[in-house]
């Protein structure tokens, strides 16, 4: 059964202070790994896929990679409007489902 | 481009009644998805239908059931709502051959 572990819960950053979010994660052959933005109420709006061992992908201030084991979502210079869910997600195998950690909840003040 | 529309946006049922969800799919993807998300947690998966057959379930009980319809929308439907079932429903559609799911706004179900 495909597992998705986020760390940490949550994360209280200052505008400017660049961070790092995690997801390890453990499936039986990674069709791709999801990183999704939520805001309080709305539905997770999509980031970014990683589909292999040392993928980078950038979108503005945040730059996602990818190991073996575990992803990385990378905040360069947050601004209050990056406060948000991150929510990061795996398909595996032949199955279209995204097995979801629980989030990161991002939280970026002046 | 219109994203992926649900409705209701919010709901309230009585213990024990029925309810029906809907979702249309943005234009020209044809695989639907429903998942339920509690507070707090993660999407959890519900369904996934593809050109009207089910092709993924997830460990919900019987009680949930869903169907798509020749434009490709769908609707899932609740029966026998319990307190528990209060959660966001989100449906999301992909594109033949895309793994990336783009997700509705939700419908915000509460059963009291």
């Known amino acids: 059964e495909d597992q998705v572990t986020q760390s940490p819960e949550a994360l209280r950053l200052q505008e400017g202070e660049s961070s790092s979010l995690n997801c390890s994660y453990t499936?039986?052959?990674?069709?791709?790994l999801f990183w999704y933005r939520q805001d309080p109420g709305k539905g997770p709006e999509f980031l970014f896929t990683l589909y292999s061992a040392g993928e980078e992908k950038e979108k503005e201030r945040l730059k996602a990679t990818l190991t073996k084991k575990e992803s990385f979502l990378h905040i360069t210079a947050p601004k209050p409007e990056d406060s948000a869910t991150y929510l990061c997600?795996?398909?595996?195998?032949?199955?279209?489902?995204?097995?979801f950690g629980t989030g990161t909840r991002l939280q970026v003040t002046l | 481009d219109a994203g992926v529309t649900q409705s209701p946006t919010h709901l309230i049922k009585t213990r024990g009644q029925q309810v029906t969800l809907r979702c249309s799919p943005i234009?020209?993807?044809?695989?639907v998805s429903w998942y339920q998300q509690v507070l707090g947690q993660g999407p959890q998966f519900i369904f996934q239908y593809y050109e009207k057959e089910e092709r993924g379930r997830g460990n919900f009980p019987d009680r949930f059931s869903a169907r798509q319809f020749p434009n490709y929308s769908s609707e899932l439907n609740v029966n026998a709502l319990l307190l528990g079932d209060s959660a966001l429903y989100l449906c999301a559609s992909n594109k033949p051959g895309n793994t990336e799911a783009f997700f509705g706004q939700g419908t915000r179900l509460t059963v009291v």
């Open positions: 499936v039986s052959g990674l069709r791709g």
């Open positions: 234009s020209g993807h044809k695989s």
């Open positions: 997600a795996v398909q595996s195998g032949t199955a279209s489902k995204l097995t």
